[in-house]
């Protein structure tokens, strides 16, 4: 590895090696060859003059690219698929002739973007689903451990670790139902020609219409594709790029949200991300322990929100059939999104099999708050005992401003339970089974086990190859 120039952290640092060689030029450029085989294949059997020869010397020299040849080519030719289709013609003269037979540079350029977007929304499918069984485990878990729930990031009612963790995880479900979808749906560019009229290709088939549209179902069948665009201009219309990316910033979302309530739930103390025995949390304050790999998690996810941004930035100023400044842009934000969103799904997993709850502290917490939310508790119980409902909420309300005030001016313990108690009008009243936090998380657990079973069993199942594949490590 050359420490000398830029190396993009995000295949150094962050993605995972199988996300990093898609975006490889070996792979690129092996699809772009593969593309051709194919055109010269259905052009072959559709009758033009591509002989069989022609076609077995090209594969032949799929995968062995010069690319020294082609740079030296691109140099000259200022153009890096004439440059490919010049080196690949070195190593096939007898082909050479029949090379790009009819298509534009956006026959191998688009199609190829579509192939590699396809493989990588499968990879990003796989370690999703990972996460989300890892997630519903940890939520089965602790579905029973009530904690303080927040609003507006104020204590309100409480609920449990375990259902709080179904938010997480629900959030990954809709994604992945998104994912599956693009990739189910996703069209192919095809063999459309200069300017999407099939115009040339028209030519070659000596203006049979059938052919050309044969043609092109071929093209895409070889190329693993069941639907095609029904139109297009020179390119396949971007729209389809915003339409991936969309799908690839919304799993940001979801883990900048999960990573954010981490990071807070780690600063109460309540749950920790994953610690190594020797890691460093700071080089000055050597007791820290820093959410790290949440606070990572947050930042590439805005990074994939941003080049997200770009591309429909891009779909916007695409004039008439084609313009080349969309050209710099995808060549960056592409596989640049995919490689951070892998890295992001590679630290949510990471961080959720080493999740390290507290239950004494969130109980602690909860316990501090808990006198308060038991008020209309308290209330009902004191009208059941044959108190006055108005009378006893003033009663209430004065108690717990009390209350309150010692715990911020003083910041003594919350006290209200034995106010309470000292007040006649509560004496027939169990205050401490009022206390029972149990008795305010409604149905959180059976939320849960709810969820599990409806939501989550029928991905499992339909996974079920995918449940047991190793996390990958993280590099740093």
Known sequence: MSHEHYDNPLVS?????????LWSPQVRHATWRKLWVALAEAEHELGLPVSQSQIDELKAHID????????????ILRHDVMAHVHAWGDQCPSARPIIHLGATSCYVTDNADLILMRQGMELLRDKLVATIDRLSKFAVEYKDLPCLGYTHLQPAQPTTVGKRATLWCYDLVLDLEDLEHRIENLRFRGAKGTTGTQATFLTLFNGDHAKVEELDRRVAEKMGFAQRCAVTGQTYTRKLDVQILDVLDGIAQSAHKTGTDLRILQSNKEIEEPFEKEQIGSSAMAYKRNPMRSERMCSLARFVSSVTASIGQTVATQWMERTLDDSA???LSIPQSFLATD???ILYRNVVDGLVVYPKVITQRLAAELPFMATEEILMEGVRAGGDRQDLHERVRIHSQEAARQVKVHGLPNDL???LKG???FAKVDLGAALDARRFV????????????????PIRQRYQSILGLAAEELKV
């Open 64 to 75: 062995d690219i010069d690319f020294a040849v082609a740079a030296r080519h691109e140099k």
């Open 423 to 425: 007040d006649a009008a």
């Open 329 to 331: 842009v995808r060549r």
């Open 13 to 21: 640092r962050y993605a995972s090696k199988a996300m990093s060689a």
């Open 343 to 345: 890295a992001i799904l």
């Open 442 to 457: 409604g149905r959180a657990p059976e939320q849960v086990e709810q969820f599990v079973s409806e939501i989550i069993t």
């Open 417 to 419: 339970i034995e106010r």
